[in-house]
């Protein structure tokens, strides 16, 4: 069974920055769309970017410019580089691993807290 665990959550001050990771238990990482998500307390969970296995990758508007996902398919890991980080960034951050419907795993979150 596939698992997946994120690290890298703290707490920071605006304009600062924060690396999370995302490593998974799989031997054909190379073909999983890997996504980031965050859920701010009394707020839906929304994706805040995405890498294919071609590692394309989308971002949502609030954070495109400022963050920045990448992938390491010798490391299983997913990366999601945020810079520049703002109060409303503060949320718990989710991973998803994703491929075709037979892959479609959540960790267990991080938490982000942007304050001053």
């Known amino acids: 069974q596939v698992q997946v665990v994120e690290s890298g959550g703290g707490s920071v001050r605006p304009g600062g920055s924060l690396r999370l990771s995302c490593i998974t238990s799989?031997?054909?990482?190379?073909?999983?769309?890997m996504s980031w998500y965050r859920q701010a307390p009394g707020k839906q969970r929304e994706l805040v970017a995405r890498i294919s296995g071609d590692s394309s990758a989308k971002y949502a508007d609030s954070v495109a410019g400022r963050f920045t996902i990448s992938r390491d398919n010798a490391k299983n890991t997913a990366y999601l580089q945020m810079d520049s980080l703002k109060p409303e960034d503060t949320a718990v951050y989710f991973c998803n691993a994703y491929y075709s419907d037979a892959i479609d795993v959540w960790g267990q979150g991080t938490q982000v807290t942007v304050s001053s």
């Open positions: 799989t031997n054909i990482f190379s073909m999983y769309t």
